[in-house]
């Protein structure tokens, strides 16, 4: 079962150096309680899928602890940085170009040229971000389809036997969770309403906000708003073995893959070759698998994939490379 750290200092070293090992952490902020990971690190963002159970990558928030610290993976503009002034630290998150030289795992924002970015006011949040000075990748600390914990004891509840530690803030005061605007297109739009209005935003700016609802009455979800990372290569899936002008992604084992053209898919040079796990473990593939779909997408026109097993993580895996097969089908 996860431990409970009380709030003191100590507890704030351990979960910083918890992090920094790259384990999963559950810590309070003002709005529910984050499942946190460091966003530069591949595999302990794929990690908190895992232990979620999401059956497909939603992109992830990035936690910082000030506005310069989020600006230094994103790339800012006047309306992001006048929001900055007012709302945080506080429960607005940010939706903006990545910057170039971005460190954040690619895994972190389902490969999206996009991310959202955080500063949350929780005074523990704070301290925790600020010894580990790593972005903190944190989804809402549930499993997937339940809802969000305001207190340590959800949280240990929900994924107690999935993580090591919970920094315990007693409950959280907004209870709701962050406002999600995406300030990628001139207009401002709010993807997920939280505890920041539309109306606040105008009041406080000046700044028009607009909620993006559907043609319906219905507010659609983030999720499926989401312009997800296509690939201009066409994917074959559940390859066993490859065409002469392909490209393998492979996972497992390559000794019985052949090659169509002759001789084996395991002598195929590198820039034709990717192997999301040798060993065939599913949180390196999933920690690899955004990476390595767009450094074959971007030197190949087609790539076989071989079969990933639908089980945990394989199956938001497999998710992923079916749209990404149909998305290029349509094209
Ligand atoms: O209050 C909160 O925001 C909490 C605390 C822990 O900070 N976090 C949270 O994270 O609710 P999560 O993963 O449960 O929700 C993140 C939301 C999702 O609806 C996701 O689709 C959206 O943010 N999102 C993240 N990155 C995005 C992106 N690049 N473009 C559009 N939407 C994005
Ligand atoms: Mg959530």
Sequence with gaps: MAEILTPSRQSVIRSSDALQQGQ???FPTETVY???ANARDDKAVARIFDAKGRPRFNPLIIHTYSAESAFLYVQANDVAVELAEYFWPGPLTMILPRRKDCSVSELASAGLSTLAVRVPRHELA???LRMTGLPIAAPSANRSGSISPTTPQHVAESLGDRIG?????GACDVGLEST???LTSGTPLILRPGAITAEEI???TGLKAYYDFGETDKPRSPGQLLRHYAPGAKLRLNAVDIEEDEALLAFGSLKFMGSKGGGFARDLPEER???LSETGDLIEAAANLFRMMRM???KNDRIAVMPVPEQGLGIAINDRLRRAASETDRG
């Design 24 to 26: 999963l952490v559950a």
């Design 34 to 36: 984050g499942l946190g």
């Design 126 to 128: 704070q301290e925790l």
């Design 165 to 169: 530690m919970i920094l315990a803030g």
């Design 180 to 182: 999600v605007i995406d």
């Design 202 to 204: 105008e009041r406080s």
């Design 273 to 275: 070759l990717l192997n």
């Design 296 to 298: 074959l997408d971007m």
